[in-house]
């Protein structure tokens, strides 16, 4: 589970991201991360939020049970995340198919074209 420090709740920030942000794009999920103080001196801690629409499914257990197994990966991978991101996961109708294994090596993959994981530039995960 995600602390509540990690979770990007805010429409303006939501809004920040999607305008401003860069974009990366995988079959189940799509990733926008933008950096807003990038030039600050102390870093706030990376922020997550999940946006899943009903194109996903029609059912609310099913788009609940995606946006668990995408908070449980997010929680996984937090340790190996830089500092300072605001990251919007936009999940896909594929999403439906996968499985937590799956959903975490697209975050994985996402993630690391984005240069978001520590350690990680484009290309060292594909």
């Known amino acids: 589970m995600l602390a509540d420090c990690h979770r ?6 939501f809004g920040r991201v999607y305008q401003q942000g ?5 079959d189940a999920l799509s990733l926008r991360a933008y950096r807003p103080s990038f030039w600050s001196e102390e870093p706030h ?9 009903q194109k996903v499914s ?6 609940n049970r995606i946006k668990r197994q995408i908070r449980a990966a997010c929680s996984k991978l937090l340790p190996d995340l830089s500092p300072s991101w605001d990251i919007v996961i ?3 109708p594929p999403a439906v198919q996968c499985d937590y294994r799956q959903i975490l090596q697209q975050l994985k993959q996402l993630m690391a074209e984005a240069e978001i994981l520590n350690g990680h530039t484009r ?4």
């Open 58 to 63: 029609k059912r609310a257990v099913i788009r």
């Open 8 to 13: 990007l709740k805010k429409s303006q920030d």
């Open 45 to 53: 801690p990376t922020r997550i939020g999940i946006s899943i629409s």
């Open 123 to 126: 290309g060292s995960l594909l």
């Open 22 to 26: 860069i974009r990366r794009h995988r």
């Open 90 to 92: 936009v999940v896909r």
